[in-house]
């Protein structure tokens, strides 16, 4: 038996059923505990991202950090939102058929609940390094909550392997061959990539969060009305997009055209599966990111999360689907981002398979960028105090180098063995946020009580 092979089955067995399961399984924990908070508070943590959009400068009253709350989220949208939410809800329906959807809005509903959760916990763990820079994640949360820095260090080098796979390779491998399609040498396209990648990453925390408070809202505002704009030319068609939706959920889906059909098992696997993908709740990922933050209160970044699985999934994800379905792409035969290249050739003629890969590259390189913090903390958690900083320009300097590299480069074993790592990774963090999600409780409990979040519903009224 092959590497390949082994890794393979190391890798289904790991993201099997039990895994999906799991994730969903502590998001409804948490629902409930925290009394569906990413219901009661939905509407009010989106106007609290768009008062920080507009006013990101720290108050008098605000926490240690580096970055304002907003550049923290963007921070984490742009690692959560990328070509996931073009190929992966593809494939979701592809498999799974059009009710796929349904359960990627509940992967998505309580998953809201979870990334609240691992945020919370994750700043209340917060630490500066020897540089003065704010740094948390599961890592800090084994050691300095439950004495067991191993258990740190295993998540800290699990995430590491994954940035510099995954989420930089991976990444920068496929908005090569999108460019590829039209006539741009690989290697070209990876030091292009490089040279952006460099300017921002060189800058810290602070160029970055910059960065992708601007990148975040151009680039998925360009998807987003791309796809209004083919719902709007099919208007027609979203209602029975809807009946299809709910119709496949509990009863699955007939054979039609190239689509060979799907019982609901593999509507509810695949679309809980890519909605879980796709938002990254409970993966460990995004608390790095918002750890940076300049809050008082830890469950006040814990209302960004809220928003986060809000737009990756509930947004975009359903933008992403009704295209496929309104303009019957789905029912082709096609899978990944074909389909949604599909979808938008049906709209836009050839020009629909740019704007897809034009959505690619941008969606590429915010996860490359976002994820090069998550990284750069889990390197110097693995490194400790002291001399965790020293590998900073290093950890830096090696990501541009994969960067290019990434883009030439045949991946798929090295991306089956980033998957297992990742899959590890998920397991230590939702392991911590199991057994602290007393203390998730508690912090949720003392916030909503405060006079502080008294003073910002008012502030965000304009009252």
Known sequence: MSYAEIIGRISGIIWGPYMIWLLVGTGLLLTVRLGFVQITNLVFSIKLVLHKMRNQKSGPGDGEGEIS????????????????NIAGVATAIAIGGPGAMFWMWVAALVGMATKFGEITLAMAYREKDNAGIMRGGAMYIWRKAMNLPVMGFFFALAMLFVAYVNCNMVQ???AALSLAEYGVPPIVSGIIFAAIIALVIFGGIQRIGKFTSLLVPVMSGIYIIGSLIILVMYAREIPNAFVLIFQGAFGGHSAVGGFAGATVSQ???FGIARGVFS????????????????VKYAAEQGMYGIVEVFLDTIVIGTATALAIIVTGAWSTGADGAVLSIRAFESAFGSFGGIFIAISVILFALSTV?????YGETAASYLFGKRMGNKFILPFRVIWIIL??????????????????????AVLTSLTALLILNGK?????KEYFASNEF??????????
């Not at 709350?69 to 996931?84: P, Y």
């Open 369 to 373: 960028i976002g994820w090069s913090w």
């Open 440 to 444: 998730v409780v508690k912090l949720a």
């Open 454 to 463: 008294a003073e910002l519903k008012k502030e965000v009224k304009g009252k």
């Open 403 to 424: 960067s290019v590299v990434g883009a030439k480069m045949a991946l798929r074993p090295i991306w089956a063995t980033a998957d297992v790592a990742l899959g590890l």
């Open 279 to 294: 938002n990254e709740a409970g993966c460990g990922s995004a608390p790095i990111a918002h750890s940076a933050a300049r």
């Open 69 to 84: 709350s907003f550049q923290a989220l963007a921070t984490a949208l742009s690692s959560t939102v990328g070509v996931g």
């Open 267 to 269: 509507a509810v696997r």
């Open 172 to 174: 920068t491998n496929t």
